[in-house]
């Protein structure tokens, strides 16, 4: 094979591979989890857990975290108690929704996921059950928040329940 023909084939497939490539893009999603205490006459009564089922969920790579003095703040306050925050790392491809990321910690009865979906616009989509359980009125209940937001790169969006709150930033990489 002539050296031309060896050099055009290998550009066909470097070009190939640069655009499947093209589509992906990896982004940092941070999420904080907090109690609310203000007073509010909603009644809650779910009691079992209604969070769309997951059959896989994406690999966690640990995240930058760079919202340290919001949860410090919030905890310093007297109507939020943080109580979870983490950050991972995401793909999120072109036009698609990314895997889910698994929000959980058994200590404090959180548990669901948090996705992202990349088009002309970015999205969170969340979908995240509390459980307190700290008097005799609220034991047993769950508290969902499910929500699909659109987000700005490197904003902080609060995402609202009457008794709990997320506090979500996502940052390209």
Request: glycine share 4%.
């Amino acid at each position: 094979m002539s050296q031309q023909l060896k050099l055009f084939c290998f550009l066909a497939l470097l070009s190939v591979q640069s655009t499947a490539f093209a589509g992906r893009r990896q982004f940092n999603v941070e999420v904080i989890a907090f109690k609310q205490s203000a007073p509010n006459s909603e009644v809650f009564a779910q009691t079992e857990t209604e969070i769309d089922a997951v059959k896989r969920y994406e690999r966690s790579i640990r995240g930058k975290k760079t919202m340290n003095s919001l949860y410090r703040r919030l905890d310093k306050s007297g109507e939020y108690r943080p109580f979870y925050y983490k950050a991972w790392q995401v793909q999120g491809k072109s036009g698609q929704v990314s895997l889910p990321v698994d929000i959980y910690d058994a200590s404090q009865k959180l548990k669901g996921w948090i996705k992202i979906q990349r088009s002309d616009l970015l999205h969170v989509l969340v979908d995240v059950e509390w459980s307190p359980s700290e008097s005799a009125e609220e034991d047993g209940l769950i508290y969902h928040l499910k929500e699909k937001r659109r987000v700005l790169l490197n904003d902080v969006h609060y995402l609202d329940h009457p008794k709990f709150g997320l506090i979500v930033k996502v940052s390209p990489i």
